[in-house]
T-cell receptor, first 114, second 115 residues
Framework: SQKIEQNSEALNIQEGKTATLTCNYT??????LQWYRQDPGRGPVFLLL?????KEKRKERLKVTFDTTLKQSLFHITASQPADSATYLC?????????????FGQGTTLQVKP | DTAVSQTPKYLVTQMGNDKSIKCEQN?????MYWYKQDSKKFLKIMFS???????INETVPNRFSPKSPDKAHLNLHINSLELGDSAVYFC??????????????FGDGTRLSIL
C-alpha cells in the first residue's frame, strides 16, 4: 500500500543545534516533494520544494535532500531557534497526472528549547 | 491582505444540521482545494477545482458538496452533519493544475464542532 511517513511525531532539541526531520514514502514515484510548516491554529505554510533530479535544496537556514533510491527526504534546520518550534509536514503529489493531489505525512512537531 | 481567507473560523452546530464554509483567494490562482485535518492532525485532500471545474474528488460522503461560483471562490456545503465531521477544514489555492513548481497556499482553517 502507499504510505508517506515522518519518522517521529515529536523532536526536542536545544537552541543552536541542527534539527533533522525525516520523511519516507512507499509505493509512490513522486517527481517532487514539498515541505510545509504549520503553527497551532494556523494553516500550513509552504517552505521548500525539491524535484527528483535535485539532490539538495537550500533556503537560508533550511536544507532539504531527496533520495529517490532510499525513497526518503531529509529536512534540516541549522542553528535552530525557539521560533522554529512548529509542526513540519512533508507532502508529495499522489496522483499519476500531476493534478496537485498532495498527500501529506502526519507531521513532526519540533520543539526548540532555549 | 489575507491571501486565502475562510469563514467562519469556528462553527459549532448540532448533528443533522446543514452548514456551509466559504473560501476566497486573492492570489489570482486557478486551482482551489478543500482539505480535512482530523484530531490526529492528518491532513487529507477532499476536493480540488481548476477554473470552476472539479478535478479531484476523493472518497468523501456525498453529504459534502463543493461549489465554485468563480475561480476565486470555493465553498463547501455539508448536509446532515455527523459527529465524525468534527475536524478542521482548510481551503488552499495554487497556480495551474499540477503541483510541480506550485506550492499550495492555505487559509487558517475552519474548526467545525458537532454537538
Amino acid at each position: 500500500s502507499q504510505k508517506i511517513e515522518q519518522n517521529s511525531e515529536a523532536l526536542n532539541i536545544q537552541e543552536g543545534k541542527t534539527a533533522t526531520l525525516t520523511c519516507n514514502y512507499t509505493n509512490y514515484s513522486p517527481a517532487y516533494l514539498q515541505w510545509y510548516r504549520q503553527d497551532p491554529g494556523r494553516g500550513p505554510v509552504f517552505l521548500l520544494l525539491i524535484r527528483e533530479n535535485e539532490k539538495e535544496k537550500r533556503k537560508e537556514r533550511l536544507k532539504v535532500t531527496f533520495d529517490t533510491t532510499l525513497k526518503q527526504s531529509l529536512f534540516h534546520i541549522t542553528a535552530s531557534q525557539p521560533a522554529d518550534s512548529a509542526t513540519y509536514l512533508c507532502a508529495l503529489d499522489g496522483s499519476s497526472s500531476n493534478t496537485g493531489k498532495l498527500i501529506f505525512g502526519q507531521g513532526t512537531t519540533l520543539q526548540v528549547k532555549p | 491582505d489575507t491571501a486565502v481567507s475562510q469563514t467562519p473560523k469556528y462553527l459549532v452546530t448540532q448533528m443533522g444540521n446543514d452548514k456551509s464554509i466559504k473560501c476566497e483567494q486573492n492570489l489570482g490562482h486557478d486551482t482551489m482545494y478543500w482539505y480535512k485535518q482530523d484530531s490526529k492532525k492528518f491532513l487529507k485532500i477532499m476536493f480540488s477545482y481548476n477554473n470552476k471545474e472539479l478535478i479531484i474528488n476523493e472518497t468523501v460522503p456525498n453529504r459534502f458538496s463543493p461549489k465554485s461560483p468563480d475561480k476565486a471562490h470555493l465553498n463547501l456545503h455539508i448536509n446532515s452533519l455527523e459527529l465524525g465531521d468534527s475536524a478542521v477544514y482548510f481551503c488552499a489555492s495554487s497556480r495551474g493544475t499540477g503541483s510541480q513548481n506550485q506550492p499550495q497556499h492555505f487559509g487558517d482553517g475552519t474548526r467545525l464542532s458537532i454537538l
